[in-house]
Each structure stands twice: as C-alpha cells, then as structure tokens.
C-alpha cells in the first residue's frame, strides 16, 4: 500500500474516490502509522504562521526538510516564538491598562483633588462622577444625610457626606444627573501621576515596538522554513489518511478513482513499476453519463472486467485545489458492468474541470455562485462572459464611469490574495470595458455630453433616450431589449436541447425543442403586423426609415403570413410541452415564453435611471438650459438670462426657452463649494449603485432567466491525489 500510495501521489493524476459502499467483507482502511504525529505538528505550523502572520508569498529558495530536521528546528522556533508572543501579550495588557488609567486620570486632572483624598475614610463616603453641581446639591439637600460637600469642576464632582454605609450615599444621587466613575489607584497630584502613566505608557510602547521587530526579524528568518515544513507535513497527512478512501481486507485493498482516459497508461506503468508486480491496474470502462451519474453509453475496455468507470476528463489545465473535500451524491441505483460482475466501490459522479481560455475564466466565479458545472453539463461561462459584461456596459454606457470601473478590477486582481475576489476584478474589468465602451458611443463622460461633441463633432452614434428631444431612443431601447431577451433565452433552450440529445433527438425535441417553438413563435406573432392594433405603435416606427424613427434599418413588422406562422408554432410547442410536461406548460408558457422576455426591459429601464441620475448631480452643480428643439445643455461655460417679459433668449446660437436650475456653480462661494461636495458624491453613488443595480439585474437576467432554462449544476472539482510542490523538493 505504501508504494502505491507513493506512486500515485507523485503522479498527481488520480481523483479518489471514497469507499462508501458497504460490501460484506470490506472495510474502509485505517490511516497509516504516523498520521495522528504529523497531524499535530500540521497543526503547530500552521499556529506558528498564524502568530507571525506568514502569507504565501514567500519568494526565497525551496528547502529539503528531513523528518529529524523538522522535528529539532521546529521545536526551537515554536519556544522562540511561543516566547515572544506571551511577551508581547503581557506588554499589550498592561499597555491598555495604562491607556485606561489616562482617559481616567484626565477626568481627575479637570477635577483638580489629590487621589489620596478620595478615599480611605472612616466616617466619610465618597463618590466621583460626572455630572451636574447643582442637581447633585439639590438631591442631597432633600435627602437624610445631614453633612455633606459637593465639589466641581465643569462636570467632574466629587460628593464627600458623613453617612455609615456608603450606599445611602449612592441611593441618594439616584435622581440626580451623575455618572460615578472608579477612582485610579495612586496617590498626591493626579496631574504628576498622569505625567508618569503617561511616561510609562511611552516605555511599554518603546518595548512593545521592540518585540514586534524581533518578532518581523523572525518572521523574515523562519518563513521559508515554516511553509516548506507545512507542505511536507500537508503531503505526509495526505498520504497517511489515503486508505480511508479504500476498500480493504486483512491481505488486500481496492481503491478507485477517476483520471484522464489519455492518462490510464501513465498511471499503470508508475504504480506497477513502484509495487513490483503485485498491483493490478484496470481500467473498468469509458462512458458517458447522465444526471444522476449512471453509464447511458458503454465503450468495452480491452483486458477490463466492466464495472463502474476510473475513466475522467481530460485536461491540460491545473486542477481545482481550494474546493476542499468532494461532495458526492448518492446514485439511486447500483452501477454494475454489463456483466455484473463488478461492484464499485463508491457511487460517485465525474469530477468537472472547466477548461476555459485565462481571460474568461474569471467569470467561473459567477457561475459556481449557482454550483459547477454537472460533467454531463455544458459550461455556461463562455455565455456569461459574452453577455454579462454587454448587458452592464449598455445599462452604465459612460466613459468616466467604466475608466473606475476598470481601474477598481484590475486593483483587486492585483492586490487581493482570495481567488474569489480577484476573480470580481477580472470581471470587473471586463464590465468597465465594455461600459466604456458603450460611453464613447453614447458620448458621455460622468454624464456630460461633451465627449460627443470631442468624439463625434456633437452627434454620438446612439443616445441614452433620457431627454425629450431623443424621447425615441428610449422606445428602441424597450424594443431592442426585448429582441435581445428573445436571443438570449433561445440560446439557453438550445443548450438544453443539447443537454437533453443524450436521451435521444426525440426526447430533446419534445423537452426542449417544444420550448424554442413556443418561445419563438410567440415573438414573432408580436413583431409581426397581424392584429396589430393593440400592439405599440412605437415598435412598427422606431426601427423604420424617417421620423419618428431612431434607426433606419426598414423594419416596420414582420409580414401578416409570419405572424401566422408564428402562431402556429407556438401551437405546437404547446401540444409538445403538454404531452412532454401535462396541463402546467400552459400556465407556464405564459411565464417564461412572455414574462421572461418582458423581463428583459429591465436593461432599458436601468440606462434611463442611471442616466437620469448622473444627469441630476451634474444639473445641481453646472445647471440645465432648454432649448427650443427640447435639447437639454448644462451650463458649463455660463448661464444664460431669460430677460422678465420675455419667453426666450438667443445664448450660444440656440434659442433658449427655459432655465431649468442656475447651477450651483454660478452661485456664491458656500453654494460652489457646497455643489463641489454634491458632485463628487453624487458621482461616487451613481458609481456605486451601478454595482448594485446594474450588475446586480444583469447578474438576475443570466440567473433567473438564462441558466434557469438548461443549468442545474451540482458538479464536483477535479481535485486529484498529490501536492503541487512549491516550498519544498523530494527527499
């Protein structure tokens, strides 16, 4: 077992799996001698780094540890620091305790009595505090004691009253405005005794600034040890505690697991080689999988004896190591080779690995929010990555605002250790990108439309629709959102059918094929011009040729015939879905091939808030004029002056009809600095609730509605048997 063990560890190839089904006469096996000791001393390292705070970046040469090398350095460096940390503690206790004698004693300082005043009396209680003279006199006056003095200073008192239990003191200042503070220990002036806390405070700092050093002296000169040590224990544990995933007997073990089918000969000439002969490799069968994991197709392996499958995805990529363990569901049934010979030993499904490009792999993230891919599963991430950002970039479509988006990205892929979060600045990146983008083409830079006049000499390409002069730009954007809403969920129904084509063309057809009719028939009957007048007019003009039109591409609705058409279609997605899914498809029809689609607006109505809301911070600070053909400019260079009695004034060449705010910045110093603040912050909360209006609708329409139509997920990591190497080389 030792060798085998040691063979496959090196290979770093094979995915185990976990012994889990009971089969009478196997049990799983017990860890190796020694895993408990290395177990512990794992533990220890990973303390010591804790403590010195070692992060893995350590950049020195790799080490050869030695179990007696570890065993004597790593006890000396454990007193060392053990040592160090307990002195470090000790000064940071007493240093708080300090600080809290300060804030104390600057109370007593105000209160002006020496310390050995205020306490040790036999016939006098005292009590300090914070609180008002005068409501502590009146108290006292109303209560029983007789002889009393009440001395302050601001709102530090001091009550000094002839009582025999203090407590008729404390019970007598119950109604008064009085907070009763402890009094420090020390004696004489509270000011000297300050003087010396203070005094002692810059001591236990000077000390505690020493240690600290000593202990960054340490961390510098131990870091490369303590991570070459927690590699060889991580890789000593893996090893010893590997035959709790096998099967075995008094005088033998299976194990099983799963590795690249191109890898199977790699794999049985280092393990035969390492146990001598006395291991036999099998590679049980190749096959394909459905959902739950079961073989549908099976490919006979030459010198195999059938039975549950060792054969995995192949990849030239990294494996995934932070998934941790693997979770594995349960198969309903035993999986048996065609002979029934073969019982596997777990009832696992195929690891996944996803094989993406380095530039798209950031959005990976996004989709194991919802789970990895099943290995039966189509990976969705190339999806994502050519919508997610276009979707964003449409919604912002500003160049000053996808310049910060892109500057926040690439810091965080940067300067970030979680993958996860360096992963949201790659996706950043892209949706910053892409929202520049489409701010160069709206002409827009933090809301103002001077870049279209710089870019496009005053006539950007495309308009967000937020001013009534560009009221039909507005319009074309509900329209081209639903058309993309069309697109997108088609092309999750056609992932679905692909999903589905291991069950057969037929059963692709009925389940998902019944869906893409319905979907597409219903939008076509709805671009089309039959039965058009409940339909919106604006959808039949704003892609036509002249006015009101925004885009002269000629269309003007689909033909009467297609409509027709489409309405058939949609018939008979109908009668598929109620044959595939029964009487639920109607109502669900109305959800998903209308609703969803509808849902698809929300990308229009978010360009029109977002826009809406950088043009409100930049109106409050430069100011709007309107002029007469309902164009809207922001008073960057001046504001003109509509004369009382008159309706316009020509300013700039335009005729203006109406001044909608002067602007903050043509006003009086307060009210510019006052605009100065409005505008930075304005800016920074358009930019921020982007993030979380924008990305976050984009994030519902690839979620809810897109991966809703073909992607369950529940895929688990290819995480095979081995350890990188990266502070330590082989013994």
Do not use: C
């Amino acid at each position: 077992m030792d060798d085998v063990i040691e063979a496959v560890h090196d290979l770093d190839l094979l995915h185990l799996s976990d012994y889990t089904n009971e089969i009478e006469g196997f049990e799983p096996g017990d860890p190796l001698e020694g895993a408990d000791k290395y177990s512990e001393k794992l533990v220890t390292v990973r303390a010591l780094q804790s403590t010195l705070g070692i992060e893995e970046d350590y950049e020195g040469p790799t080490h050869v540890v030695t179990d007696e090398g570890l065993e004597d350095e790593l006890e000396d460096v454990r007193q060392e620091v053990n040592a160090l940390d307990d002195r470090r503690d000790e000064l940071r206790s007493e240093l708080r305790s300090v600080e809290d004698d300060i804030e104390q004693l600057e109370f007593f300082v105000r209160l002006g009595i020496d310390l050995d005043l205020l306490r040790g009396y036999d016939t006098l209680a005292v009590a300090v505090g914070e609180g008002d003279a005068k409501e502590v006199r009146a108290e006292l006056e109303d209560s029983e004691i007789e002889t009393f003095e009440v001395a302050a200073e601001d709102d530090a008192v001091a009550v000094f009253a002839q009582v025999d239990d203090s407590g008729v003191l404390e019970d007598a200042l119950v109604g008064a405005t009085f907070s009763q503070v402890t009094i420090p220990e020390g004696s004489g002036d509270p000011a000297e005794y300050l003087k010396d806390r203070r005094h002692r405070k810059q001591q236990l700092e000077s000390k505690l600034s020493t240690v600290e050093d000593e202990l960054e002296d340490l961390r510098l000169e131990v870091s490369g040890f303590l991570l070459a040590a927690e590699e060889k224990l991580t890789i000593a544990v893996q090893k010893r505690e590997a035959p709790l995933s096998f099967a075995t007997t008094d005088n033998a073990f299976v194990a099983e697991g799963w590795i690249p089918t191109d890898e199977i000969d790699t794999l049985r000439d280092a393990v035969e080689t390492a146990a001598d002969g006395t291991v036999e490799i099998e590679e049980l069968e190749q096959a394909e999988y459905d959902e739950n994991g079961h073989p549908e197709h099976t490919e006979d392996i030459e010198g195999g004896s059938g039975g549950g499958s060792q054969s995995g995805p192949a990849s030239s990529r990294e494996p995934d190591r932070t998934d941790g363990p693997v979770a594995r569901d349960q198969a309903d049934d035993e999986r048996t080779a065609a002979d029934g010979g073969y019982v596997p030993l777990a009832d696992d499904k195929p690891p996944t690995v996803q094989d993406n490009p380095k530039g798209i792999r950031p959005f990976e993230a996004l989709v194991e929010v919802i789970n990895r891919p099943k290995y039966t599963e189509l990976d969705p991430t190339i999806v994502l990555f050519l919508t997610f950002p276009a979707f964003f970039g449409f919604m912002i479509g500003d160049l000053g605002y996808g310049i910060l988006y892109m500057g926040l990205g690439y810091w965080l892929m940067r300067n970030v250790d979680s993958d996860v979060l360096a992963s949201l600045g790659g996706i950043a990146l892209w949706a910053g990108g892409f929202t520049a983008l489409f701010g160069v083409l709206y002409g827009e830079f933090f809301g103002l439309h001077q870049l279209g006049e710089i870019v496009w000499g005053g006539n950007p390409p495309i308009h967000k629709g937020l001013q009534p002069h560009y009221i039909g730009y507005a319009r074309a954007w509900l329209l081209v959102s639903v058309i993309v809403g069309v697109l997108h969920l088609v092309s999750g129904r056609v992932f679905d059918f692909v999903n589905n084509l291991k069950h057969g063309v037929k059963d692709a057809f009925v389940e998902s094929g019944s869906w893409m009719l319905m979907t597409i028939g219903m939008w076509l009957w709805v671009f089309s011009t039959h039965v058009s007048g409940p339909k919106p007019q604006f959808m039949f003009e704003v892609l036509d040729a002249g006015d009101p039109a925004v885009f002269e591409l000629g269309f003007s609705g689909l033909p009467e015939t297609v409509g027709i058409a489409g309405l058939g279609m949609l018939v008979v997605g109908l009668v598929l879905g109620f044959y595939a899914e029964g009487a639920i498809v109607v109502i669900e029809s109305v959800t998903q091939v209308f609703g969803h689609v509808l849902s698809y607006t929300r990308l229009a109505a978010v360009l029109l808030a977002k826009a809406g809301m950088a043009f409100v911070v930049n109106l409050l600070f430069f100011g709007v004029y309107v002029t007469g053909d309902q164009k809207w400019h922001f008073g960057i260079s001046g504001m003109p002056t509509i004369p009382e009695g008159s309706e316009t004034v020509m300013y700039h060449g335009h005729e203006v009809t109406e001044i909608m705010f002067g602007g903050l910045v043509h006003g009086s110093i307060p009210a510019v600095v006052g605009g100065i603040v409005i505008l930075v912050l304005g800016h920074l909360l358009v930019l921020a609730l982007g993030i979380t209006s924008a990305g976050l609708q984009a994030v519902r329409l690839e979620y809810v509605e897109f991966f809703g139509k073909f992607y369950e997920g529940g895929g688990a990591a290819y995480n095979p048997f081995g350890h990188e190497r990266t502070y330590t080389v082989k013994d």
